[in-house]
């Protein structure tokens, strides 16, 4: 998408952005939990619940940040509904930036996870910190909803990596 300025770009909107996420995360899902019976089939001792939050993380930092900053700039879920991540000039992602859009989206994902579960059962513990995830869960999901408003149609997590997603 090299070449293009702002006036050009056409921003994904909620609707495409939430399609494409639940595709994604059928498919890390679906991939962390086969890794995740397949390893405690051989490691009995491993507990399932980390193992799978782990799995999770890391597949899913591989799964968006590899394909998001390559020469396709988009995951299998957004090529699904045609749209790619750029900077916000049109340009490839790098590496380095999908990474941190990455990392600042689930952030908000994990804390509303273990935030919102009932009290005393998250992994965080205590009412504190369960307060605490709670509010930032939140915050975090407001982010997901800035797409809706802002003008670049850009979540909270795409603002930290000075990114947007666009129709191809």
Not at 10 to 22: D, N, P, S, V
Not at 47 to 67: D, E, R, T, V
Not at 79 to 96: C, H, I, K, P
Not at 138 to 165: E, N, S, Y
């Amino acid at each position: 998408m090299s070449g293009n300025d702002e006036k050009t770009l056409e921003y994904a909107g909620f609707l495409k952005r939430a399609t494409a996420f639940a595709t994604d995360y059928l498919i890390v899902g679906v991939a962390s939990l086969l890794m995740r019976m397949g390893i405690n089939h051989f490691f009995e001792d491993i507990p399932a619940l980390p193992l799978h939050i782990a799995l999770l993380f890391i597949g899913g930092w591989a799964y968006w940040s590899f394909q998001e900053s390559s020469r396709l700039q988009a995951t299998f879920g957004k090529q699904l509904v045609n749209v790619v991540v750029t900077d916000l000039d049109g340009d490839r992602l790098s590496f380095t930036r999908s990474s941190i859009r990455y990392l600042t989206k689930v952030i908000g994902l994990y804390c509303l996870t273990f935030g919102l579960t009932p009290m005393g059962l998250t992994p965080l513990g205590g009412v504190i910190t369960e307060l605490i995830a709670t509010i930032l869960g939140v915050g975090f999901c407001i982010g997901f909803i800035l797409v809706i408003f802002t003008p670049k149609k850009q979540a909270l997590h795409d603002m930290f990596a000075m990114a947007v997603v666009v129709k191809t």
